[in-house]
Each structure stands twice: as C-alpha cells, then as structure tokens.
C-alpha cells in the first residue's frame, strides 16, 4: 500500500513538473487586466468630455483546448461612465439641482445614459478570439480561422499574473491584439 501511494504521487509530481515547465496548464483560466481607454472612451464622446487615465478592465480567458477570447468588461466599462457621464450632464445642465430637474421631468436616470454608452460603445477593435499557443515566453495567437502566425507577444507568467511586456511582429505575419493594444504596454492580468 506504502509502495503504490509513493508510486501515485511521484506520478503525479511528474506530470505537474511537465505541465508547469511547458506552460500548459498554467495559463489556462480566466485573467483580469486593466487598460487605459482614455483615448477610445474619448473619441466616442466627440472628445468633448475632458477625462484622463480612464482604465477598463478586459477579460481574457485560456482554455485547455487552445483557444482564447479576450473583451472589454462591461461592468467596468459601465462603472467607469458613471461619472463621465454624471460630470457630462452637469456639464451641459449647470448644477447637480439642474441634472435632478431634467432627470425628473424627463423620467431617465444616470443609469439609462449610462447603459446606453455600454451598449454603443464600438469594442469590435479591442475584442479578440481565436487560438493560441504558449512556448516558453512566448505567446501566439492566431484568429479562429488562421494560422499561428510568426509574431507573438511576450509574457510574464506566474500561477497568478500573466504580464504582456512586448509585441515582436516578424514577417508579414501580424500577430491577434487588440487595435492599439502594443502602445499600451505592458499589460498584467490576474487570476
């Protein structure tokens, strides 16, 4: 009995060690990193609300089957209107009575202007799917109906953070990022 419990754990001890050093499992799972939509959330509005270091967080998710989905998470997103959009009607209203006023008499709330943000905010440029794959370092992706492309990106992992700290683009191969996604690094996600 002693003999196969030794036996069963240095099993597994092995096939942890193999999973660990070829990076496998440790990438697999659901990662949350914040992003500096400044500019994005910006041009949405007209770039005629004034905000700096608006950051939203993404999703991004790695399955054992090899295939990835990165996304804007619209709680965020909408916790990060709230205000933009409060300051943005007293902006244009005059003072906080004024915003009550109109909100009243109009029968809307934040909530409403706000959701409405959520829903037209264009994230077709900054959302991503697909499959990847991790070698050492060295992240690849590839959307769902291509390739693995030469490029890739280069991480951090950790059993908790996943840190993306360069984009090398080789070729004519272009590697699966979000628009703008090389300037803002680098990017940690967590666990």
Not at 4 to 17: H, K, P, W
Not at 22 to 50: N, P, Y
Not at 78 to 83: G, Q
Not at 159 to 178: N, Q, R
Request: charged share 25%; glycine share 8%; proline share 2%.
């Amino acid at each position: 009995m002693k003999k196969t419990v030794c036996t069963l754990l240095a099993i597994l001890f092995v096939v942890c060690a193999v999973l660990t050093s070829c990076g496998g499992s440790s990438i697999v799972g659901e990662w949350k990193g914040m992003v500096d939509l400044t500019d994005r959330i910006s041009k949405q509005f007209g770039g005629e609300i004034e905000m700096t270091d608006v950051k939203v967080a993404f999703d991004l998710c790695f399955t054992e089957d090899g295939t990835f989905t990165l996304g804007v998470n619209k709680d965020s997103l909408r916790e990060v209107l709230t205000p933009i959009i409060s300051d943005s009607l007293k902006k244009q209203l005059g003072t906080d009575e004024d915003v009550e006023a109109y909100l009243e008499s109009t029968g809307l709330t934040v909530e409403y202007f706000v959701d409405n943000a959520v829903d037209s905010f264009d994230t077709d440029e900054i959302t991503a799917s697909g499959i990847y794959k991790l070698e050492d370092d060295k992240l690849f992706f590839a959307n769902e109906d291509g390739e693995l492309g030469a490029s890739y990106v280069v991480v951090g992992l950790s059993s908790d953070e996943l840190k993306i700290t360069e984009l090398v683009t080789e070729g004519e191969s272009e590697a699966v990022l979000p628009d703008g996604a090389a300037d803002r690094l680098p990017i940690a996600f967590s666990k």
